[in-house]
Structures are given as structure tokens and as C-alpha cells.
């Protein structure tokens, strides 16, 4: 290890810091805003008539909406405000598992390379598909959800120039908060791959990516994703796919698991105060990762397969 590799890690951490952030400020900048518009009233209007089909009430999309456009932190303050069953903070735990964050976390899985419409079908079909099916199943869980924690007030607010400055805020913030994960992760890995520490830790997840139907190079994709989550680990993600010849396929691969279970820690424990059972919410997000991916994987693999029966002799 040398002052190069120092350099070339800084220098990752900052390219990838200024990617991610053009697509991180100003999406936290607008929907900041539009908190203080009619615009997610009338969001939350339009869909709660469905909520009945998720079998949840219809105030339910207040949590679904600041989930889905916020952070899961929002959806956690919107479930705070209202009295629900441990059924339905269950289902809305489980939904916004699969779907929070949507604009920026899509954003930058765009940028590794995924497909919208992978995106959307994935996120958005297991957060519906769970939802249904969880209150099919289970009839249990009528009891009200009693909640061990207080959710944070919002400063003060009076006109437009405190609104505007709380976006510009929050969104430098956000920034500010990735690049103090981003630039130390990168420094790490550029160490990590210098010292030939990458393709020893290749080695040992290789039959896990194997199983998945993944190359051994994803392996950090995976990690970074399991651990710090879609938006943070997109910063490895980018830089895999870019240098370590990870392909489109498996990079794909690699976002439809850890869409499942992305900060499969944090994003887990962070509802305990919610009263819902956690252990359930850990097996279905990683049940899920597991059978969907090996599915996706399988048909995959199948379809390039029979790719060359279709060719016509010249």
C-alpha cells in the first residue's frame, strides 16, 4: 500500500460522491418542498381507495407515500401518527421494506445499469404481491400497535424562504451524508484491491454467489448492498460493474436480491419500536432475495440457453 492508492481511493470516493449526488440533492430538495404543497395530500388522496386490497385502511397510504418518495424514516413518523393494528404496521413494515426511498434508490440503480422496468416490477411487485398475500395468511395481529418511540418534530416552518432553505438543507445533507460513507468505503476497497484482498474475499463468498446464479466478482456488490444499502453500495456497485467486469446480467442479478434485503440490519431493527414481530420481517426479506433470484437467475440462464436455436443459417 502507497500514497497512490490513498489517491486513487480519494479520488473513487469523489467521483462517485458527485454521481450519486446529482441525482441525491435534487430529488431531497423537491420532495422537501413538496411536503409543504398540496401535492402529497393529493398523492395519498388517489391511492388510498386500493389500500383496501393490502388490507390495510385507507390513512395507511399517509406512511406509504412519505415512505416511497422519503425514506423509510418518513413512512416510520407517517406510522407514528396513526392508530393502526400490529397487522396493519406489519404489512406497511414489510411493503416499505421492498419499496422506500423509490426516486432516489431508483436513480442510482439506473446508474449501475439496471433496467426501469426491472426496478419498478421488482420494488413495486413484492411490495404489493407481500402485502396481499400477508393478509391472506395471516389472522392474527388485531390488536392496536403500541409504539416505544416519539417521531421527531419538524422545526418551525413559516413562509417560503424557510421552506426553501429546509430543502436545500436536507438535500446538501444527504450529500454530505454519502460522501462521508462513500469516500472512507472507497479508500478501503482501493486498499482492499491493492493488497489482492478482493479476490481472497471473491473466493470466500463464491459459492453463495454461485448459488445465486452470480459470478464470484459480485461479491462486493452483494456486501456493500446487505450491509449499507442501496444508495450507499451503488457507489460499489459502479465502481464493480466499471472495473471489475461485473456484467449487466449480473449486476442485475445483484439488484433483485438485494432489493429484497438491502441494509438488511439497519432497515430491520430500525422497527422495532414499532411493536410488529421483527424475526418474520427478516425471513420473509431474505426468503424472498434468495427464492426470487435463483428463479430470475435460472429463466435467465435458460433463455440465453436456447438464444442460438433461434439463429438462421446463413
Known amino acids: 500500500m502507497n500514497q497512490q492508492t490513498i489517491k486513487d481511493g480519494l479520488k473513487a470516493g469523489l467521483n462517485t460522491t458527485w454521481t450519486l449526488g446529482k441525482i441525491i440533492f435534487p430529488i431531497t430538495f423537491l420532495i422537501t418542498i413538496l411536503q409543504f404543497t398540496p401535492v402529497l395530500g393529493f398523492i395519498t388522496d388517489l391511492i388510498a381507495p386500493f389500500m383496501g386490497l393490502f388490507g390495510l385502511s385507507g390513512e395507511a397510504a399517509v ?74 395468511v395471516w389472522s392474527g395481529g388485531g390488536e392496536i ?21 429546509l430543502g436545500l438543507e436536507k438535500a446538501a445533507f444527504g450529500v454530505l451524508q454519502l460522501a462521508m460513507i462513500v469516500i472512507p468505503l472507497m479508500v478501503v476497497i482501493q486498499i482492499m484491491r491493492d493488497l489482492k484482498w478482493l479476490d481472497v474475499f471473491s473466493r470466500w463468498m463464491a459459492p453463495v454467489t454461485r448459488g445465486l446464479g452470480m459470478k464470484e466478482n459480485t461479491s462486493m ?9 442501496l444508495a450507499y453500495g451503488a457507489g460499489v456497485m459502479i465502481k464493480a460493474v466499471q472495473e471489475d467486469g461485473v456484467s449487466k446480467k449480473d449486476a442485475t442479478l445483484a439488484f433483485i436480491f438485494l432489493v429484497a434485503c438491502h441494509a438488511v440490519v439497519e432497515d430491520t431493527l430500525i422497527f422495532i419500536p414499532l411493536g410488529i414481530p421483527i424475526l418474520p420481517l427478516l425471513l420473509i426479506r431474505l426468503t424472498t432475495a434468495v427464492i426470487l433470484t435463483i428463479t430470475v437467475a435460472a429463466i435467465w440462464n435458460r433463455a440465453e440457453r436456447r438464444e442460438p436455436s433461434y439463429e438462421q443459417p446463413h
Open 63 to 136: 406512511p406509504l407515500v412519505l415512505g416511497n418518495l422519503l425514506n423509510l424514516y418518513a413512512g416510520i413518523a407517517g406510522i407514528l401518527s396513526l392508530e393502526m393494528t400490529v397487522k396493519e404496521v406489519f404489512i406497511i413494515a414489510v411493503m416499505l421494506s421492498f419499496s422506500h426511498n423509490l426516486l432516489i434508490e431508483t436513480g442510482v440503480a439506473l446508474k449501475v445499469g439496471v433496467k426501469l422496468w426491472v426496478i419498478l416490477l421488482v420494488r413495486l411487485g413484492l411490495a404489493f404481491g407481500s402485502a396481499i398475500v400477508i393478509n391472506l
Open 145 to 165: 400497535a403500541q409504539y416505544g418511540m416519539v417521531p421527531v418534530s419538524e422545526p418551525d416552518i413559516s413562509g417560503w424562504g424557510s421552506i426553501l432553505l
Open 221 to 229: 456488490t452483494l456486501v456493500a448492498g446487505l450491509t449499507i444499502g
